[in-house]
T-cell receptor
Framework: NAGVTQTPKFRILKIGQSMTLQCTQDMNHNYMYWYRQDPGMGLKLIYYSVGAGITDKGEVPNGYNVSRSTTEDFPLRLELAAPSQTSVYFC??????????????FGEGSWLTVV | AQKVTQAQTEISVVEKEDVTLDCVYETRDTTYYLFWYKQPPSGELVFLIRRNSFDEQNEISGRYSWNFQKSTSSFNFTITASQVVDSAVYFCAHGDSGGSNYKLTFGKGTLLTVNP
């Protein structure tokens, strides 16, 4: 059971570089999410998607971009990396939102350091 | 907007002690969902439980139990006879109820350390 798979697990970026965090899920989930976790701050939502071709901003979207061309994939793009983007990034997915309240399942996280 | 408060930043207990992790939430939704996740030192997020707002029955799963009280907007988590393997950060989260979007709002987490 692959579930939600994120790559890379660890990455060091220089200030101003760009990179893409990959996320794929094999559960045929409609909803996908990107969260970041800063020390002592819990998780904050960056972007989310309710289906292929549809994305929306979360709480902290600045400095990031996403796309959702397929149901399975939801890459997160960092343009012009800044030290403030040093964090742990979690991709997640769920079957359906709204009244069903389905559980959100998380990937294992990607540790990103910007120096 | 939803808000989840975990007032306990860190808790330290000795093995076999019982420990309760507090979670208080704020919401305008009449229907919503509450979750607990565990984050062990390895970093992944492990789903523990989901509770619907219209179901106030408490739940027990082995050494874990959850006390949902809508009247006080609390969803507390108790570990009975704690073990060293329970050491982790525990997150409480609130799920939006409906519409075209659905996302979780997390508390800041409680670091539980269980000492042998």
């Amino acid at each position: 059971n692959a579930g939600v798979t994120q790559t890379p697990k660890f990455r060091i970026l220089k200030i101003g570089q760009s990179m893409t965090l990959q996320c794929t899920q094999d559960m045929n989930h409609n909803y996908m999410y990107w969260y970041r976790q800063d020390p002592g701050m819990g998780l904050k939502l960056i972007y989310y998607s309710v289906g292929a071709g549809i994305t929306d901003k979360g709480e902290v979207p600045n400095g990031y971009n996403v796309s959702r061309s397929t149901t399975e994939d939801f890459p997160l793009r960092l343009e012009l990396a800044a030290p403030s983007q040093t964090s742990v990034y979690f991709c997640a997915s769920s079957t359906q939102g709204g009244r069903t309240g389905n559980t959100i399942y998380f990937g294992e996280g990607s540790w990103l350091t910007v120096v | 907007a939803q808000k989840v408060t975990q007032a306990q930043t860190e808790i330290s207990v000795v093995e076999k002690e019982d420990v309760t992790l507090d979670c208080v939430y704020e919401t305008r939704d009449t229907t919503y969902y509450l979750f607990w996740y565990k984050q062990p030192p390895s970093g992944e997020l492990v789903f523990l439980i989901r509770r619907n707002s219209f179901d106030e029955q408490n739940e027990i799963s082995g050494r874990y139990s959850w006390n949902f009280q809508k009247s006080t907007s609390s969803f507390n988590f108790t570990i009975t006879a704690s073990q060293v393997v329970d050491s982790a950060v525990y997150f409480c989260a609130h799920g939006d109820s409906g519409g075209s979007n659905y996302k979780l709002t997390f508390g800041k987490g409680t670091l539980l350390t269980v000492n042998p």
